[in-house]
């Protein structure tokens, strides 16, 4: 099962929403089973508090991790706001792939070794810039550095494709050329 995690606030007339719809408009036709995570529609509240968390909050994180833990794929679809992922998927990595669910460490009085729980999941990461390359790109890729390494593969997910959409601006209407990257991606 894929298991798509959308992260942007508008999930109608945005350009992240029109890759929302072409992404599974090509699961669908592959006939492939999958859910979606749509973290504004949901109310998702990113704030990682050292309070006890409320009982609604709870159940939508024990929600998502079960669907993690059942999906072969990850697919993320956001924009970059910052050189980063916006707040809201940021506080869903804090939330979701914590220790016990995502990885965690078995020590002994020499070492303590790392267990990457989620070994065998794949994702594909489709993000959109409002900047051109060159501006997005001047100071490395910190969002694949964080995401990608930091995160995921740290977890055992292995990151099969990355798809960046520059200079994303006007109506929310999908770019056939990135309409044929995604396509690809999914694979």
């Known amino acids: 099962m894929d298991l798509i995690i959308f992260a942007h606030p508008d999930n ?11 992404v599974t408009s090509c699961l669908n036709r592959e006939f492939r089973s999958f859910e ?3 973290l504004y529609a949901d109310g998702f509240d990113p704030v990682l508090r050292l309070t006890r968390e409320d009982q609604k909050k ?5 929600k998502y991790q079960k669907l993690v833990a059942k999906a072969d794929r990850l697919i993320f679809i956001s924009p970059v706001w910052w050189y980063n992922t916006p707040a809201i998927l940021k506080g869903f990595i804090d939330h979701v792939f914590n220790s016990g669910l995502a990885h965690n460490f078995v020590s002994n009085s020499t070492n303590s070794t790392l267990h990457k729980k989620l070994t065998g999941k794949t994702a594909v990461i489709i993000n959109t810039y409002g900047r051109t390359k060159q501006e997005a790109t ?4 910190p969002l694949e550095l964080v995401l990608d390494k930091a995160v995921l593969e740290f977890c055992g997910v292995k990151v099969t494709s990355r798809v960046e959409w520059f200079e994303v601006k006007g109506l929310g209407i999908l ?7 995604i396509e690809k991606a999914l694979g």
């Open 58 to 62: 709870t159940l939508l994180v024990e």
């Open 12 to 22: 109608q007339k945005s350009h992240n929403a029109a890759i929302l719809r072409y």
């Open 175 to 181: 770019n056939p050329e990135i309409a044929k990257k």
């Open 138 to 141: 001047d100071h490395g890729s």
């Open 36 to 38: 979606i995570i749509d």
